[in-house]
């Protein structure tokens, strides 16, 4: 996640101040790790180092005192750039759930227990987000976000099937190594 290129994102549609982007940023991406406010001006203090973005101004509003940023027309530019770049298909997939499948096959662990275990978790997450997704109100951000992370918990699922029905071949091709 690019979160200078996510911030732009968010000045694209006006002037805003730290606090408003990361509230709008936790209500867009519901499903990400929510942002924390040093994080926030950290990048915004370096969208403004890079000509990215500039300070629009400050103001109170009858509270602490906040400054608002926008994009400048090079930040505009690098966040069109940015959005229109494929991003490539990860060469490596370096997944948990893989590594202590192998893990437990060589130390004589259950792998098979694991992989069931596993598997009732994904399914709970799987009820959780059918239940954010289809709650009265659910905005299509958060359908959208629910529905991306329920085809890749799909996907988990597919594998620790495959990979259940194939674990005595691969118990027997670490205990020969």
Known sequence: MSTRHILLG???????????LKRRH???FPQARPLA???VYTTLQRLV???LAEVDGTGSDGGP?????????TGAR?????AAEVAPPAPYVTNEIFTKVVVSALADGDPAAYLRDQRAAHLARMRELTAVKTAPGADLATVLS??????HLDADLRWMTTTAARLTTLTAEV???
Request: aromatic fraction near 12%.
């Open 10 to 20: 968010l000045l694209a549609s006006g002037p805003s101040h730290g606090y408003d």
């Open 26 to 28: 936790d209500e867009r």
């Open 37 to 39: 406010y040093g994080q």
């Open 49 to 51: 180092r890079d000509g």
């Open 65 to 73: 005192e906040r400054t608002a940023y926008r994009t400048t027309e």
């Open 78 to 82: 690098e966040l069109a750039r940015w």
């Open 146 to 151: 629910a529905d991306y992370a329920l085809n």
């Open 175 to 177: 205990d020969a190594t």
